[in-house]
């Protein structure tokens, strides 16, 4: 299996938005979110991905084909120090299961040194697990978990992954 983290120009920035909308969606069975009118749920942050400093928008390429997204950027989620922050990643159901994530993630852990944060539902068991079982790993064991400064539309407290790398 190839896999391939491939940065996105703002020509691609539609298809990003067409998978926002998937990954918004999929999520709102943990915070509830609801779509506007338009069935859409608007990711407020894209266009700062190509106008703002230190964002990084990236697609996930496994065998040649586009199986999801990562968003980094140097926005803390708590009042912590801060480099780098995950700020959504997104890997398609063809491609879960199968270490995608891990890959791409300690690509990147690589790529951006220092401080990080990575933020998580509560209610949203895989992705807790998988955060914590990667953190722990590339951390070494040397990682917190904190409340985070937002909550989830639900009103649910968000909880924070801080280490460095």
């Known amino acids: ?9 703002v020509e691609k920035k539609e298809t990003l938005n067409n998978l926002l909308e998937k ?6 069975q943990y915070d509830q979110a609801p779509f506007d009118d338009e069935g859409l749920f608007h990711y407020p942050y894209l266009d700062q991905y190509w106008s703002e400093a230190g964002r990084h928008p990236c697609f996930i390429i496994v065998d040649h084909k ?5 968003l980094i950027n ?7 120090p801060v480099n780098w922050s995950v700020a959504e990643l ?18 990147i852990f690589k790529l951006h040194q220092g401080f990080w944060h990575i933020k998580y539902h509560p209610k949203n068991a895989a992705n807790k697990i998988f955060w914590n079982k990667l953190v722990r790993s590339v951390s070494n064991g040397c990682y917190e978990i904190v409340e985070g400064n937002e909550c989830y539309f639900d009103g649910t407290a968000s909880q924070v992954l801080i280490f460095k790398i």
Do not use: Q, W
């Open 1 to 9: 299996m190839e896999v391939e983290l491939k940065g996105i120009p």
């Open 74 to 80: 140097r926005h803390g989620a708590c009042d912590r």
């Open 90 to 107: 997104f890997v398609s159901y063809p491609y879960r299961r199968k270490g995608v994530a891990t890959i791409i993630m300690e690509r």
């Open 23 to 28: 990954y918004n969606y999929e999520f709102s």
């Open 66 to 70: 586009l199986a999801g997204f990562v």
